[in-house]
Antibody, heavy 126, light 110 residues
Framework: QLFLHESGPGLVNPSETLSLTCSVS????????WSWVRQFPGGGLEWLGY?????????NYNPSLKSRLTISADVSKNQISLHLTSVTAADSAVYFC???????????????????WGKGISVSVS | EITLTQTPGTLSLSPGERATLSCTAS???????LVWYQQKEGQAPRLLIY???TRAPGIPDRFSGSGSGTDFILTIDRLEPEDFAIYFC???????????FGQGTRLEIK
């Protein structure tokens, strides 16, 4: 069974960089998409970006965060990382990592869904 | 960007009743790209249904999904106490963001 565990600081100073790690156990990260999603105090969910762990890795970011966000993978450690620069109070949220499945249904169709999530880590910018 | 609007914001029902939750997209969404999640307090979202109507492994058959185009429905028959939670819909598209979420429907005990 796959488990994801987010770790990092719970408090970050404004203008600094938020760095989080998602440690994956029970399976290898290679060959899968891994997304970061955050949930604001009001409950809304926002997709941040993903890394596709392959040779080479591929990434895709939410356009609203693209200039500040880097997501990467370390296959040797079986970990996914997030780095968000120049944080403000608006970045305060619970951050989740999730396996983001792209399941081929036919030649041209795919099913998409996030089937395994970490418990999340609460981050406050203050 | 496709936005998802979930209605109602809060639904108050009793155990044993049927819940009908709506998710309306601002543009047409592929049926393979519409997903439902359940979230309980202090927990991560849990995958319920993907591809509009396919239940995830371990999800009871009292949960069902339907819809097409811009209108999608999550139905929960015979509500159990553990079903009272927040439900989110999600859609996938490539432009400009990989996916977006609805704002959620809170299902509460009446």
């Amino acid at each position: 069974q796959l488990f994801l565990h987010e770790s990092g600081p719970g408090l970050v100073n404004p203008s600094e960089t938020l760095s989080l790690t998602c440690s994956v156990s029970g399976g290898r990260i290679g060959g899968s998409f891994w997304s970061w999603v955050r949930q604001f105090p009001g409950g809304g969910l926002e997709w941040l970006g993903y890394v596709y762990v392959n040779y080479p890795d591929g990434t895709n970011y939410n356009p609203s965060l693209k200039s500040r966000l880097t997501i990467s993978a370390d296959v040797s450690k079986n970990q996914i990382s997030l780095h968000l620069t120049s944080v403000t109070a608006a970045d305060s949220a619970v951050y989740f990592c999730a396996r983001d499945q792209t399941e081929r249904v036919s030649k041209w169709e795919y099913n998409y869904y996030m089937d395994v999530w970490g418990k999340g880590i609460s981050v406050s910018v203050s | 960007e496709i936005t998802l609007t979930q209605t109602p914001g809060t639904l108050s029902l009793s155990p044993g009743e049927r819940a009908t939750l709506s998710c309306t997209a601002s543009q047409s969404v592929s049926t393979t790209s519409l997903v439902w999640y359940q979230q309980k307090e202090g927990q991560a979202p849990r995958l319920l249904i993907y591809a509009t109507s396919t239940r995830a492994p371990g999800i009871p058959d009292r949960f069902s999904g339907s819809g097409s185009g811009t209108d999608f429905i999550l139905t929960i028959d015979r509500l159990e106490p553990e079903d009272f939670a927040i439900y989110f819909c999600q859609q996938y598209s490539d432009s400009p963001s990989r996916c977006t979420f609805g704002q959620g429907t809170r299902l509460e005990i009446k």
